[in-house]
């Protein structure tokens, strides 16, 4: 009898620092300006729909009041998740919509990003939302007053440590962020747009010459392979290759350092720009020959023909000696790089064991040809 697949589980979508801090300061405002606390607050997202917050907190004297919303991030496995979002809300002495960042709300130190460099690092859309969710409410109940917001994550500086804001120059919290108000669980949008933004961040800082990694562990090696570069020339671009090269071309970068382990970037000597363990297998028919390339014996060039891991391919190379194998292996993924671009950048390679161990590099220029 023929197995029936389970129905896959829908994951859960959860809402933005943005549309929670929408929530907040609405609840706030419409205390201040009605005297009774709010319980819920409904708010319509960039996404095209309404959505109806918890009120966790809410209270207010005659001249300022406090609302608060605990971010659900869904199924997401978001660093803010259960982050408590509050907002004051307070009478300004002028007429407008004043908005800022309390505690655990980052400031931005650096050029490059949306935010000008010293403002509370709240994103254009979250202000917009803030900014057009207050005057609404205002005219509704014909006050002419202006108002102030202040937006504060209490836990915003510990949780701001599992993010890259302090690479992007954003210190003292996380940011409030969010283009359609809602969390797409697992979205690699999100991934694609830190990649974007850290890029234009190393531009901004004048880096010309930028250094690529995998992960962590990777960029903690090419940080000490390249000492004399700034912090911010350091981008993760984690499993996505092909993009962030074309985003670097994009925006002007003359030279593109690719450092990693034998895993994935034997993936991308091959051609592969995409290097997420599910995307494509390793062909070991393609290290193999790399292999005969460098010279290894034919009883060797099998053993790799029948390896289970780029890894093992690797330590089998390092222990017979044929250091050229990495050597070659780089200049391959230089040359899938280039092609990927079509050329125009410098692009070098290096290659490390999951210790730490160099293994090779390879250089090449902008001729793809």
Not at 152 to 172: D, H
Not at 282 to 300: M, P, R, Y
Not at 301 to 307: N, P, R, S
């Amino acid at each position: 009898m023929k197995e029936v697949p389970k129905e896959t589980k829908k994951l859960r979508e959860g809402y933005t620092t943005g549309a929670c801090a929408t929530a907040a300061t609405k609840a706030a405002l419409m205390t201040l300006i009605t005297g009774e606390s709010q319980t819920e607050s409904t708010i319509f997202l960039p996404v095209g729909r309404f959505a109806t917050f918890h009120i966790e907190h809410c209270e207010y004297s005659s001249t300022k009041a406090t609302a608060s919303v605990i971010k659900d991030a869904g199924d997401d496995p978001d660093a803010t998740h259960g982050a408590l979002i509050i907002s004051d809300v307070s009478w300004a002495d002028s007429p407008g919509v004043f908005i800022d960042g309390g505690i655990g709300v980052g400031r931005v130190t650096k050029p490059g990003l949306p935010v000008p460099v010293g403002e509370a690092a709240i994103n254009p859309v979250p202000r917009k939302m803030l900014q057009e969710t207050a005057e609404q409410l205002l005219q509704e109940h014909h006050i002419h007053k202006g108002i102030k917001i202040v937006i504060s994550v209490p836990q915003g500086e510990e949780m701001a440590k599992k993010t890259l804001n302090a690479r992007l120059g954003i210190l003292g919290g996380i940011s409030i962020l969010g283009t359609r108000g809602i969390v797409v669980p697992f979205s690699t949008a999100a991934y694609k747009a830190s990649i974007v933004q850290a890029i234009s961040v190393a531009r901004a800082s004048d880096c010309e010459h930028v250094v690529i990694t995998t992960g962590g562990r990777s960029e903690k090696y090419a940080m000490k392979q390249f000492p004399e570069l700034p912090e911010e020339a350091f981008v993760e671009m984690g499993d996505f290759v092909g993009f962030t090269l074309k985003q670097c071309k994009k925006q002007g970068v003359k030279k593109v350092s690719m450092v990693g382990m034998m895993g994935k970037f034997s993936k991308v000597a091959q051609g592969v720009m995409m290097v997420h363990s599910k995307s494509a297998p390793i062909d070991f028919n393609f290290l193999a020959k790399v292999a005969h390339e460098a010279g290894a014996s034919s009883q060797l060039v099998d053993e790799i023909t029948g390896a289970n891991t780029a890894s093992q391919v690797g330590d089998l190379m390092a222990q017979s000696g044929y250091h050229q194998f990495f050597e070659k292996l780089c200049e391959y993924c230089c040359l899938s790089a280039l092609k990927e671009v079509g050329g125009g950048i410098g692009v070098d390679t290096s290659l490390y064991t999951l210790k730490g161990d160099f293994l090779g590099q390879a250089v090449q220029e902008d001729d793809i040809n």
